[in-house]
């Protein structure tokens, strides 16, 4: 079944694809043109913000849309390329009033609404390194990211400010400056967003960023230890830039739809940089996932390009068929979805019920953009990753004990790597050396994730070689989930898992063990549950807890996670001598 291909016919209505010949675009290419199509600054200088509109004001494109916003309560705003180089100007130039010195930690935690997108816009302009945090993230995340970050400025509303921040701030000693975005509040360390711009010049001079410098923060997770921070720099704008025309095949004046949350990669390389820095216009959503309004946003804004998850396709496919009939899709010209696997039900479905195939995308944080997709102009594979950009170098490796890698046969298992030096792969893992170069087999690096690749260089996607879980398309690591835990009274141990879920891909689930004294039972779970989530927020918080006597864990003491899952899924639980030793 996944290797029926689905033919590639082109609307002869359409613009031709920007990747026409896959194996000649991989021959010609060269980063160095790539960059050569970017503005540039002088002196070698380059800035993601700048390239992202700025250039457009130049080039006399000040006047299109850059930003379509679609508030949640029916609102509709457009943001013009010139307006948004203005705001951002005023943004940098408030940063600056704040003391903000260039590599200073500006961080958003905001739903989707305009301010987000001026101040990473303005941080990149400032020459300080913009991180999101994801506003379903309860405060326990939330004070992480903003300790480990050494965050100086945050950006958010009153009501996450209350709910999440307020109460951490004596423990957040480097965070001088709130700025809140719906409130006339004026005190020491909290300001008024607006009022602070408009006491602003909306002129600025020429960024004075360059190509190395640090300029976006994304933390992710891993098996163990705090949430890691991944470092991009400027230079990635090459990547962003190159990936939107190629993998999303973007053009000046598309109308482009990521529905991605920017407190992920995702809507920040996709949902901002990429389609700004291409001259689309972007439509942000306010509003979380709703079948009709989606649909309703497709044939009304005149979508040309969508890029999706997998989870919001299935649940579009639960919704059946009746919604989407008699849409009018003509304006769509391509339809990309990423973040975990893509089942090949749902591209089979797409063709039946939208008319035309989603095309599977595979990328990390740590990749800053795409790495490996399936092209408008090829037929695809469905099930299948697709094949990797021009320049991009993929393989299936194995690990040597001594820390080098073997190329097995086509079609074996194995780590998906990537040959180093393309322009957006992070630069660090915030003040972890160590847990960086652990990253790299010489000219390799390793993704942790499990793949094959077929005879003809497509990649199939297994696993992960890791903990970490996939739920709704979020990256969530048992490090964070299993301390809260561990910190109610009557948690003793405690393993998480992802279980398999129809809609979600999987689920936070988590097995606990009790201290003495504390009984299993409905309520004892509901208030775990609960306190989870508190903690944690709705995002991360564990959907599923059971009691359990004791934890399978290894001679040194480490939770087998390996084996709760074995456990949960009815699989059989291997040979437990050889685990045993496991470290
Ligand atoms: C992990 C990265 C994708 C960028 C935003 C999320 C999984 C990603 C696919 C895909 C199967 C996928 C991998 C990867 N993943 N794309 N097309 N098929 N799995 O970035 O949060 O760092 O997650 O998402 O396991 O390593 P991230």
New binding site residues.
């Given amino acids: 079944m996944p290797w029926n291909l689905i033919p590639k016919t082109l609307n002869a209505d359409q613009p031709a694809p920007h990747l026409a010949d896959y194996a000649a675009a991989r021959a010609t290419f060269s980063w160095a043109d790539a960059r050569a199509e970017l503005a540039g600054l002088p002196d070698g200088g380059l800035n993601i913000a700048f390239e992202a509109v700025d250039r457009w004001v130049a080039t006399g494109q000040g006047n299109s849309v850059a930003l379509r916003w679609l508030g949640k309560k029916g609102e509709r705003r457009d943001f013009s390329y010139a307006e948004l180089a203005r705001l951002s100007n005023q943004f940098a130039n408030s940063l600056e009033r704040l003391g903000i010195r260039p590599g200073d930690r500006v961080c958003v935690l905001a739903g989707r609404i305009p301010e987000l997108y001026i101040t990473a816009l303005g941080t990149l302009k400032a020459g300080a390194v913009f991180c999101p945090l994801f506003s379903a993230f309860g405060p326990e995340p939330v004070r992480v990211r903003l300790a480990n970050s050494r965050a100086r400025v945050l950006v958010t509303t009153s009501l996450l400010y209350q709910r999440k921040v307020q109460a951490l701030r004596p423990v957040l000693p480097d965070l001088a400056s709130v700025l809140l975005t719906d409130s006339d509040n004026d005190e020491p360390g909290l300001h008024a967003f607006h009022a602070l711009l408009d006491a602003e010049s909306d002129h600025r001079p020429l960024p004075c960023t360059q190509p190395e410098d640090w300029a976006l923060l ?1 933390f ?2 891993g098996t163990t230890g705090a949430p890691k921070g ?1 470092i991009h720099v400027h230079e990635a704008v090459v990547a962003h830039r190159w990936t939107g025309r190629m993998a999303l095949d973007l053009r000046p004046g598309d109308i482009y739809w990521c529905t ?1 949350d920017p407190g ?3 809507g920040v ?1 996709y949902g901002i940089i990429a389609p700004l820095t291409n001259g689309a216009t972007l439509v942000v959503d306010e509003a979380e996932f709703d079948v009709r309004r989606w649909y309703a946003i497709l044939e009304q804004e005149r979508v040309n390009v969508w890029y999706t998850a ?1 989870t919001a396709i299935r649940m579009l496919m639960k919704a059946g068929p009746e919604p989407a009939r008699g849409l009018d899709l003509r304006a769509l010209r391509f339809m990309a ?6 089942n090949p039900e749902g591209v089979v479905w797409a063709v039946e019920t939208l008319g035309q195939p989603f095309h ?8 800053g953009a ?1 790495m ?1 997709a399936n092209y408008r102009s090829q037929d695809i594979r469905p099930g299948s ?2 094949r990797p950009l021009p320049g991009i170098d993929a393989a299936i490796v194995q690990r040597r004990p001594d820390g080098s890698v073997d190329f097995p046969m086509p079609g074996e298992e194995g780590e ?1 790597a990537l040959r180093v030096g393309w322009p957006s792969m992070f630069r660090a893992y915030l003040d972890d050396e160590p847990r960086y170069q652990q990253c790299f087999a010489g000219d390799w690096y390793l ?3 499990l793949a094959t690749c077929d005879a003809d260089g497509y990649f199939w ?1 297994v ?2 070689n890791d903990d ?1 879980i ?1 739920t709704a ?3 969530i690591g048992p490090f964070e989930v299993e301390n809260v835990l561990l910190e109610h009274p009557a948690v003793a141990e405690v393993g998480m898992i992802g279980k398999p879920d129809e809609f979600a891909g999987q689920i936070v689930k988590v097995f606990v063990s009790l201290k003495p004294g504390y009984a299993p039972g409905d309520t004892l779970r509901k208030e775990l549950i609960g306190f989870a989530r508190t903690r944690l927020g709705p995002a991360v918080a564990p959907r599923e807890l059971e009691f359990i006597d004791d934890l399978p864990k290894t001679r040194s003491g480490k939770i087998m996670r390996r084996l709760l899952r074995a456990r949960e899924l009815g699989l059989p639980l291997g040979d437990l001598s050889t685990l045993e030793g496991e470290s």
Avoid: N
């Fill in positions: 994304h992710t997770s991944a991605a992920w990669v995702t390389s997998p979805s990423v973040g975990e696997p893509l599977d995308t595979w990328w990390q944080t740590e990749t795409i490996i990753m697709g998906l993704t942790g994730d996607f696993g992960r970490v996939k398309g979020h990256l």
